[in-house]
T-cell receptor, first 115, second 115 residues
Framework: NAGVTQTPKFQVLKTGQSMTLQCAQDMNHNSMYWYRQDPGMGLRLIYYSASEGTTDKGEVPNGYNVSRLNKREFSLRLESAAPSQTSVYFC??????????????FGAGSRLTVL | AQSVAQPEDQVNVAEGNPLTVKCTYSVSGNPYLFWYVQYPNRGLQFLLKYITGDNLVKGSYGFEAEFNKSQTSFHLKKPSALVSDSALYFCAVRDYSTGFQKLVFGTGTRLLVSP
């Protein structure tokens, strides 16, 4: 089982450029998440998708958009990248709201640098 | 809002000694608490969780955590540290305020185990 796969692993952008981070899971999980990790700030939730066809804002959604393409895939788009979006991005998935307390499975991360 | 605090940025311990990584929480209602570990260049991995029941929770890799309601703490412990335990540890709490279960993470504690 691959679990959660993120692409690309590394990306360098110039300010104002756009890009999409891709995420796919093969565990038939209902819920998917995008987090960003910054030094001293831990992980902060950007967007989540409770189930196929739904998406909701998390703690830090500004500057990002998401698409839940199907049950497997959840992409994160930066329309006009800014240096403040330099971070490590993690995609995660979980079984969803049915379980009493979710256990998340994380991808390996995507390191994004915006110059 | 639900939150957790990890008061130590780094914990240093010698191999073979017991280790403790501290976490305190602030929640409304009953807390659902988690510990995750992140090894270098990897995504987070689930270690253990507390939902209800015994205050001492056992998890992966010989780790355990003690839930203390009066002190609002959920400290991670291991009786004998290994060099391979060196990693970044995150405490997390379930946030159910929107009707969907999400995790709110602490800022992380780096554990360094010396030989």
């Amino acid at each position: 089982n691959a679990g959660v796969t993120q692409t690309p692993k590394f990306q360098v952008l110039k300010t104002g450029q756009s890009m999409t981070l891709q995420c796919a899971q093969d565990m038939n999980h209902n819920s998917m998440y995008w987090y960003r990790q910054d030094p001293g700030m831990g992980l902060r939730l950007i967007y989540y998708s409770a189930s196929e066809g739904t998406t909701d804002k998390g703690e830090v959604p500004n500057g990002y958009n998401v698409s839940r393409l199907n049950k497997r895939e959840f992409s994160l788009r930066l329309e006009s990248a800014a240096p403040s979006q330099t971070s490590v991005y993690f995609c995660a998935s979980s079984e969803g709201r049915i379980s009493g307390a979710n256990v998340l499975t994380f991808g390996a991360g995507s390191r994004l640098t915006v110059l | 809002a639900q939150s957790v605090a990890q008061p130590e940025d780094q914990v240093n311990v010698a191999e073979g000694n017991p280790l403790t990584v501290k976490c305190t929480y602030s929640v409304s209602g009953n807390p659902y608490l988690f510990w995750y570990v992140q090894y270098p260049n990897r995504g987070l991995q689930f270690l253990l969780k507390y939902i209800t029941g015994d205050n001492l929770v056992k998890g992966s890799y010989g780790f355990e955590a003690e839930f203390n309601k009066s002190q609002t703490s959920f400290h991670l412990k291991k009786p004998s540290a290994l060099v391979s335990d060196s990693a970044l540890y995150f405490c997390a709490v379930r946030d159910y305020s929107t009707g969907f279960q999400k995790l709110v993470f602490g800022t992380g504690t780096r554990l360094l185990v010396s030989p």
